[in-house]
């Protein structure tokens, strides 16, 4: 069974940086992050496909967030920029067992193998 361990979150005021990072115990195919704030559903905030390194991201951080991950280390990593309060939530890290031929996209709905533990991030105003 993969584990997937993420890091990286605390606290930051508005307009801030955090990165968050993701290692995967082993092999994994398309990556990404989801998060949940407090009394809300969990969201979907980017992935990255295995491979070509494609990149997918929410339109509430398109332009401050980039994904990027390490093939060689099965990890990912979350560089967030220009955070808002409304960032606030844990993060959790995503990961499938098997290589997908459907769009990248679609990693948003689909059903993932494996989940990590969730980090927080906090941004203050």
Known sequence: QVQLV??????????????????ASGRTYDMGWFRQAQGKEREFVAAVRWGLG?????????????????NVRNSVA????NLKPEDTAVY????D???????LEGFRTRK?????QGTQVTVSS
Do not use: P
Request: aromatic share 10%; net charge positive; proline share 0%.
């Open 6 to 23: 993420e890091s990286g979150g605390g606290l930051v005021q508005a307009g801030g940086s955090l990165r968050l990072s993701c290692a």
């Open 112 to 116: 993932h193998d494996y989940w990590g």
């Open 78 to 81: 979350l560089q967030m920029n």
């Open 92 to 95: 959790y890290c995503a990961a």
């Open 54 to 70: 494609s990149t997918n991201y929410a339109d509430s951080v398109k332009g401050r967030f980039t994904i990027s991950r390490d």
């Open 97 to 103: 067992n098997s290589q997908r031929v459907s769009a």
